[in-house]
């Protein structure tokens, strides 16, 4: 079992923990990510690994709430446990050489972004960060971005929160200006790491996404994590959770991507549905 450390609330979806696991918390490197299940019952499901601290023993974990799963986990409170924590898994970012970048987070993605802009800063990098969210009251850890960022610039859809638009404006507006990034590396959702990629293209920075499709097992045996690479015209399968999560995105296929992400959106709702009656009878509501 593993004992739940830490909990704070980031906005009315996105909730972070910190979990007691000594062994991850050692080995944990940013990029990499863990499975977890809350019960015996329960399925597996990834979360990134936003931040570990060797000498308390501690991983935090940061997650939205969209499913039957995470509606568990964030009824979770300090003090309680749950039954499996495993990893580190995945391929950790590769940073080196990196002395100046751009990192670009979208909404819960942020959370994957964060860990990987901190390192950077500590290994000497000049770090850029652009963050996006739909509306102010989205926003998560602006003061740790602040924190790591040479340059911060948060955009919101609505404007209600620093500047109004989105993640590629700015990036655009950079890179139209002659600014020079050894690497970009953009983490979010699917739709906008594909118009992060396309905003690039035309300067040939290179570029790093991180894919987080379906996962099950986390070895590469089950084969839902498949993603298509598209490398010299042909056509590449690769297992996001033994190759990845980092992929170079301009050989992503994003459409398939996408595509296979919208698969268990209506299983997914009917599960959250559920669990979500579930509590409320075992609240007694």
């Known amino acids: 079992m593993y004992k739940i450390i830490s909990k704070q609330v980031l906005n009315p979806t996105v909730t972070s923990l910190e979990i007691e696991a000594p062994l991850v918390a050692r080995k944990a490197e940013p990029g990499q990510f863990i499975i977890l ?7 597996r499901i990834p979360l990134t690994i936003a931040g570990a601290d060797p000498d308390r023993g501690a991983v935090r974990i940061i997650f939205q709430v969209v ?5 568990k986990l964030n009824a979770k409170e300090p003090g309680d446990s749950i039954v499996d924590f495993v990893g580190p898994l995945g391929t950790a970012t590769e940073l080196d050489g990196i ?9 819960v993605g942020c959370a994957i972004a964060m860990p990987v802009a901190s390192k950077l800063h500590k290994m000497g990098a000049n770090v850029t960060s652009i963050i996006g969210f739909r509306n102010k009251d989205l926003v998560i850890l602006e003061d740790e971005f602040k924190e790591i960022s040479d340059d911060l610039h948060i ?41 992060t990629v396309e905003t690039a293209r035309p300067f040939g920075v290179p570029i790093t996404v991180s894919m987080n499709p379906i996962m099950i097992d ?6 839902g994590c498949r993603l298509t690479l598209i490398r010299d015209g ?21 459409d ?8 268990y959106s ?14 409320k009878q075992a609240d007694g509501k």
């Open 99 to 107: 002395e100046n970048v751009c990192v670009v987070g979208g909404g």
């Open 266 to 279: 209506a299983f997914e709702r009917e599960a959250f549905n559920e669990a979500c009656n579930i509590m």
């Open 155 to 195: 955009m919101t859809d609505d404007g209600s929160y620093g500047e109004h638009g989105n993640v590629t404006m700015p990036l655009k507006e950079m890179l139209e200006s002659g600014k020079k990034f050894d690497r970009i590396i953009a983490i979010g959702p699917v739709i906008m790491m594909k118009f």
């Open 234 to 254: 042909e056509r590449i399968t690769k297992f996001a959770c033994v190759d990845g999560p980092d992929f170079n995105g301009y050989e992503v296929d994003f």
């Open 37 to 43: 299940r809350v019960d015996d019952l329960g399925e």
């Open 256 to 263: 398939e991507a996408m595509s296979r992400g919208r698969m």
């Open 67 to 71: 499913g039957a799963t995470t509606q």
């Open 218 to 223: 986390g070895t590469g045996m089950c084969g």
